[in-house]
């Protein structure tokens, strides 16, 4: 059973007898963990959810096991779960991202250095050595992201390149709206192949879902795009929000005097992963 222990995952008190292991408090409303056990069997074991305290982004559970056969070998099984309520107003936003791992192995542990002072009664239990076990990814946390490219855009020679970038998360299809600042990576060169001055810019508020980007190379445009005069080369779009979709206009003069016009979709450099997104001319992922 999952039980409360000290620091080290021994269950007993200011290093004298052990004390009788007791549950830890069981996370409030209908939760449950359910595993399925494998190697010839099909129980399925639903126990109480426990919400384990982290520190610095790690946290201990510690099962002990109150039952044995020597004639038999067992086989043990921890169900592990994971939530969280997401929040980019927070500073740093929640949850964080990266990659999650889980280390299992026996306790209670110590270390080499803590060995002779450390807070349990070596005479009474067996101690593990720590960081003798090897850590397995659980899971991982991305950011819900869209990245755009625009092959090419130019402001030099007479032309100039306008592009739009709509949040469309907001549509008929039941898709919760959401919204996110677009960071554009300019990659390129001015006139006579000088390197870029400006290589990024990002947008000063979020796009919600509905709304649209509208910018031109020469002169920027809406939520605080500045644009990169004079450049040409190509952008690469990373809007923190999904079902961006992009358009790019190139013309050589304004609406009725212009002699070249073009106009492109923005390929979607993500993997199509829903029915709102999948695999066509527009992405560049299979």
Known sequence: MLVNTDPNGGSF???????????????????????????????????????????SGTGTAVWEVTAADQSNLDTLFFAIGFAYVSSTSTTPATPGLGQSTVTGTFAPLYTTAAAGSASFAPQLIPRFSAGTATAQNLFAIATCQTNLLFPFVTNQAGFDTGIAI?????????????????????????????????????????????????????????????????????????????????????????????????????????????????????????
């Open 13 to 55: 008190t200011n290093g004298s007898l052990p004390f009788a292991a007791t549950a830890p408090t069981a996370v409030s409303g209908p939760v449950t963990l359910s595993c399925t056990a494998s190697g010839g069997t099909s129980a399925s074991y639903t126990v109480p959810a426990i919400q384990i305290p982290t520190s």
């Open 166 to 286: 709509a949040n469309t998360s907001l549509d008929p299809f039941g898709t919760s709206p959401a919204g996110g600042n677009c960071t554009l990576n300019y990659y390129g060169s001015l006139p006579n192949g000088q390197p870029l001055t400006t290589t990024s810019e990002r947008t000063t508020s979020a796009v919600q879902g509905g709304q649209t980007l509208t910018m031109v190379l020469s002169t920027g445009g809406n939520f605080g795009t500045r644009g990169n005069p004079n450049m040409q080369g190509y952008i690469i779009a990373q809007c923190d929000f999904l079902y961006a979709h992009a358009f790019a206009f190139i013309t050589d003069g304004p609406i009725g005097q212009a002699r070249v016009a073009e106009g492109y979709l923005a390929l979607v450099l993500d993997t199509p992963s829903t029915s709102r997104t999948p695999a066509s001319s527009e992405s560049l992922a299979q």
